[in-house]
């Protein structure tokens, strides 16, 4: 059974602080993506890795950064968290090669309620 | 600027009822996913429709891709409790989700 697994699932951080979360797939996917996710906004593309140490900005980068030093665990860092990032952050994993082959299931980990206070 | 739109954003039916979600866009995709997704928990795939004017059935739900590949819709016969989620469709590989239409099936 396939699986995405996010550390934590409720966080609540003060303003300012530095906040990692941290996914971790076991499918053997390459490429890994960043979510957020507001109502009636849909899930927003933070970032997202086509390979290790690869990263590439989805469409809010701002105030965020990623890490991929393993195959299997991608990470996301709020350098100094603000309340404007109180979300539900969504990890996700995909198999295959990046570019138009992307036409396939993404997994998705159980997502990280993150209030910023 | 929302790359896709969903309509309607909120649907509350009775049980037995059917319903109609759309998903419109501008852009042209190669493909399109639908997904659902309950509380508490990370967004399923539903299907993929990838055929300009492609119609996919998954028991009582219909999916289907508009000709130009900008829009698609979804369509619940006979809802059933069970079927109570936020839906989804996503774009571009992904990269892009939309709106999101959040049904409730009433008993």
């Known amino acids: 059974d396939v699986k995405v697994t996010q550390s934590s699932r409720y966080l609540v951080k003060r303003t300012g602080e530095k906040v990692f979360l941290e996914c971790v797939q076991d499918m053997d996917h390459e490429n890994m993506f960043w979510y957020r996710q507001d109502p009636g906004l849909g899930l927003r593309l933070i970032y997202f890795?086509?390979?290790?140490?690869?990263?590439e900005k989805g469409d809010i980068p701002e105030g965020y950064s990623v890490s991929r030093e393993k195959k299997e665990r991608f990470s996301l860092i709020l350098e100094s968290a603000s309340t404007n990032q109180t979300s539900m952050y969504l990890c996700?994993?995909?198999?295959?090669?990046?570019?138009?082959?992307?036409?396939?299931?993404?997994?998705f980990g159980q997502g990280t309620r993150l209030t910023v206070v | 600027t929302q790359l896709l739109e969903q309509s309607p954003q909120f649907l509350s039916i009775q049980e037995g009822e059917n319903l109609t979600v759309y998903c419109n866009s501008s852009s042209v995709f190669s493909s399109l996913q639908w997904y659902r997704q309950e509380p508490g928990e990370g967004p399923v795939l539903l299907v993929t429709v990838v055929t300009g004017g492609e119609v996919k059935k998954l028991k009582r739900l219909t999916f289907q891709f508009g000709d130009a590949r900008k829009d698609s819709s979804l369509h619940i016969t006979a809802a059933q409790t069970g079927d109570t989620g936020l839906y989804l469709c996503?774009?571009?590989?992904?990269?892009?989700f939309g709106t999101g239409t959040s049904l409730t099936v009433i008993p």
């Open positions: 890795s086509y390979d290790v140490k690869m990263k």
């Open positions: 996503a774009g571009g590989n992904q990269f892009y």
């Open positions: 996700a994993s995909l198999p295959g090669q990046g570019g138009e082959g992307w036409n396939t299931e993404a997994f």
